[in-house]
């Protein structure tokens, strides 16, 4: 009972389980060398430098309309790509996979609405937009019949692309694999921090570009006011930089990461790792997990950190040890923009629970149904 049995094991393979990295983890949890403590910085966690954080210039103006150009520019010419990030467990809403939950009537769902993003980008532009779906073991195939059942809510089934975030095992708090009542063991993906491995590894990555694309637009599949924005994309691309993060102003009640001076240089930290007692509020913005990247600088190995994380499981405590995607700016030069966070216009709507779904309907189908006419 100690380990995966080889039929187990088998299936872990298929979602690139590495045995000898779950070993070292559990023996580093055994040891006490991975723990809540570990997670910490070890440098002191400072206000970026003034003008760190940018804000897009007022609509219309002349300032405005170059980057809409660059944008639109981009797209229209292949160069855009779409990532969602759609791994995870499947239990926040009820077992179901969350992209397939329908938003908006009964066939609008998550995913749909994120084809329809598509779609409207490429009727503005007349450029073609190839969609990457990172799924979860948990995920994946119930996501494939989703596209298929739907016809892939008309776009070209040779534009979307499915791959797989990796797999591990989740461990009880003295490093022992961690059994669920029915004796099998827990598996889960962990974070996102696996996507640009995943996507290299697959062969997502170089398809892109062999294929002209240079940009890549990384958002998670809940933020629906994460949409493709011309003017946005124009930003990164003018920035000249490897990565922009979207940052969204802080409210009392936000918790998440948010960029800090740290080592030396201007990066995202998240929560999980900062120290007891700091005050993240000496910053005013925050991580809203959206991403802009140039492909090119995404194909590389990144070493990011391993965080400890525990969750409840059938009612006990067991351990995750996860990666974060936003770690990528410890090593990418990065443009860090602010975004609206309210309006038609938000950039920043996530849902995470059915609760949070049923409270912004009105909101979406404002964002969605009057998206044309807005542009």
């Known amino acids: 009972m100690s380990g ?91 077992g179901v996979v969350k992209g397939v939950v329908p938003v908006l ?34 995920t994946h195939v119930a996501t494939q019949q989703h596209f298929a059942q739907h016809e892939h809510f008309g776009l070209d089934p040779t534009q979307i692309e499915h791959f797989t975030q990796f797999i591990a095992l989740r461990m009880d708090k003295k490093g022992a694999l961690f059994r669920q009542d029915d004796g099998e063991l827990s598996p889960y993906g962990p974070g996102h921090g696996d996507f640009p491995a995943a996507f290299r590894r697959c062969g997502a990555l170089q398809r892109f570009r062999d294929g002209g694309g240079r940009y890549l637009l990384v958002r998670n599949v809940d933020n629906l006011g994460a949409r493709i924005d011309p003017v946005v994309l124009g930003h990164h691309v003018q920035s000249r930089c490897e990565a922009t993060v979207e ?40 991580n809203t997990n959206t991403f802009w990247f140039t492909a090119a600088a995404l194909d590389r190995d990144f070493d990011l950190g391993w965080y400890y994380v525990e969750k409840t499981v059938e009612g006990r405590k067991a351990v995750q040890v996860e990666h974060l995607v936003g770690e990528l700016t410890a090593h990418l030069s990065t443009n860090f923009l602010q975004i609206r966070r309210s309006g038609s216009r938000t950039r920043f709507l996530p849902l995470k629970t059915p609760e949070d779904l049923q409270a912004a309907r009105e909101e979406i189908a404002e964002m969605y149904d009057g998206a044309v006419d807005e542009q």
């Open 4 to 94: 995966p049995s080889e039929q187990q094991l088998a299936f872990l393979q298929q979602f690139g389980f590495d045995p000898e990295l779950q070993q070292r983890w559990q023996e580093d949890v055994a040891a006490g060398r991975l723990c809540v403590e570990t997670n910490a910085v070890t440098g002191d966690l400072l206000a970026p430098p003034p003008g760190s954080v940018h804000k897009l210039p007022g609509s219309g103006t002349k300032a405005w309309r170059e980057l809409d150009r660059l944008g639109r520019e981009a797209i229209a010419q292949g160069r855009l790509g779409v990532v969602v990030l759609n791994g995870g467990m499947a239990t926040r809403f009820g």
């Open 105 to 138: 009537g009964e066939t609008r769902s998550f995913l749909a609405l994120a084809a329809e993003d598509i779609l409207a980008a490429e009727k503005l532009t007349g450029g073609r937009v190839p969609l990457f779906l990172m799924n979860s073991f948990a």
């Open 247 to 286: 940052l969204a102003p802080k409210w009392p009640e936000d918790v998440g990461g948010s960029p800090f001076q740290y080592l030396g240089r201007t990066q995202l930290i998240e929560q999980v790792r900062y120290r007891p007692g700091f005050d993240p509020n000496i910053v005013d913005v925050f």
